[in-house]
């Protein structure tokens, strides 16, 4: 059974405080470690996200060695602390890692890959299978038109979004900062990907990085946004 039956009053508070101590962090202590526990919690946090379809487009990789973060650095002005004059996120944070995106020979209606994933992981039987080829299908060529592979890979990175979205979350309901990270040079990302850490990269390409940790120093700016009544529109 759903073990929350009942809203505890004091959660209401508790979501708010924590998406206004969340801030896209620039430096990490690099004293302050995430314990396995902790992390373990934003990792299910991610692998229970929702997904179109249910087709978890997505694949998470951790980067710990700081050697293999320092691939990275040359062209992730984003995370190498060039804005700053420090090591950045790849030098100081905890957890650093990548989100990678399905391309389109994974996420092509009617692919090897979708079979599989439907009768392994989703536990469907065939006649449901060949509904969902058939809706997926015309949700592709038809309703959205996702049909080049840069649309299709998009739309994957549209879920990896959603995955990262909720670590982050997860991780500021516990008291971990975070950092979104999209400041790299795509092309020479994939690049390393695939010489350095075997990725087949005509199956799965960096849609987000990602850094986690303890900030090392209160945010310099003031969390600004647009009003309510700028952002949402009641009919
Ligand atoms: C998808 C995405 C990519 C981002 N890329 C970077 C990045 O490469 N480096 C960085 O320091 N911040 C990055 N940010 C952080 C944003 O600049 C930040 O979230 C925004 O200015 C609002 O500030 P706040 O998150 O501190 O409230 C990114 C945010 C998102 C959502």
């Known amino acids: 059974m759903n073990a929350i039956t009942q809203i505890n009053p004091g959660i209401r508070q508790q979501i708010l405080d924590a998406f206004n101590f969340?801030?896209?962090?620039?430096?990490f202590d690099p004293d302050r470690k995430i314990s396995d526990e902790d992390f373990n919690v934003i990792l299910e946090a991610a692998r229970l996200s929702p997904t179109s379809f249910?087709?978890?487009p997505f694949r998470i990789l951790m980067i710990q060695s700081p050697e293999k973060r320092e691939l990275f650095r040359e062209f992730s002005w984003g995370a190498n602390g060039m804005?700053?004059?420090?090591?950045g996120q790849l030098g100081t944070a905890s957890h650093f890692g990548i989100i990678l995106a399905a391309t389109d020979e994974l996420m092509r209606a009617g692919s090897d890959y979708l079979q599989d994933h439907y009768a392994r992981v989703k536990?469907?039987?065939d006649e449901v299978i060949e509904?969902?080829?058939g809706a997926y299908g015309k949700f592709q060529a038809e309703d959205h038109k996702i049909t080049s592979g840069r649309e299709i890979t998009d739309w994957s990175g549209k879920q990896a979004y959603i995955v990262l979205a909720n670590m982050m979350t997860a991780g500021a309901l516990m008291g971990i900062d975070s950092c979104p990270i999209e400041g790299f040079d795509m092309a020479r990302t994939t690049q390393v990907l695939a010489e350095d850490f075997g990725i087949d990269t005509a199956k799965w390409k960096p849609a987000v990085m990602f850094a986690f940790g303890h900030r090392a120093k209160d945010p310099e700016f003031l969390k600004t946004r647009r009003t309510m009544q700028d952002t949402v529109s009641w009919f």
């Open 22 to 27: 969340r801030h896209a962090t620039k430096i």
């Open 54 to 56: 249910g087709h978890e």
């Open 83 to 87: 804005m700053n004059g420090s090591s």
């Open 123 to 125: 536990q469907l039987p």
């Open 131 to 133: 509904i969902f080829n």
